[in-house]
């Protein structure tokens, strides 16, 4: 059987080196490509047609997540496994912007090569940590009203909220006692999760779910 062609999506050299010495190791997986941003990500999606990428959520420039959404859009083919350090609420999003699997970096190398095995046979597949997180959402019983935006974390809610009452990235890292730069992190985030391209759509969907922080200083 020809092998599975790889592309590795993901901003930190190191670890892609890693995942490279992993699947070229395998006879059943060829790596024919990395990226380091989303838009690079996109691209050589288009361009080289792998079977599987392997999708770093945060990515620089165009996140993981829209990443995922535009790819997909275009080549619905291609199976898309999310490798994250997060163990939060965007697996989630992930699943709704279409990837088929999720694990979280650090899992190990047999366990990995599983993963990218089952997402080209059309499969779905978790990481045991993440697979219990499924289960525990799930299995909860879900109160009549539920939170907003479930797809996000507390924080980026909390960061939400605050835009949504009109403070900027600065007031809102002042507010938090974060750095400026998390909370760009932060928005970047909300807008991917919530597939919503700038900051007034961003407000409009929050106000439309309720959602307000504290005005309060």
Known sequence: ??????????????????????????????????????????ALAERLQPDVILMDLNLPGINGLEATRRILAAQAHIAILVITMFD??????????????????????????????????GEAVFSPAVAQRLMQYFGASRPA???PFPELTDREREVLALIAEGYTNT??????????????????????????????????RAREAGLRGDPSP
């Open 1 to 42: 059987m020809d092998p599975i062609r790889i592309l590795i999506a993901d901003d930190h050299p190191v670890f892609r080196y890693g995942l490279r010495a992993l699947l070229g190791a395998e006879p059943g997986t060829e790596v024919i490509g990395e990226a380091a941003t989303g838009e690079d990500a996109i």
């Open 88 to 121: 939060d609420d965007s697996l989630f999003a992930a699943m709704r912007a279409g990837a088929r699997g999720y694990i979280l970096k650090g899992t190990e190398g047999e366990e990995t090569l599983h993963a990218v095995r089952a997402v080209a046979r």
């Open 145 to 147: 009203a539920s939170t």
């Open 171 to 204: 007031a809102i890292a002042e507010r938090l006692v974060i750095s400026p730069k998390t909370v760009r992190n932060h928005v970047s985030n909300i807008f991917g999760k919530l597939q919503v391209a700038h900051r007034a759509e961003a407000i409009v």
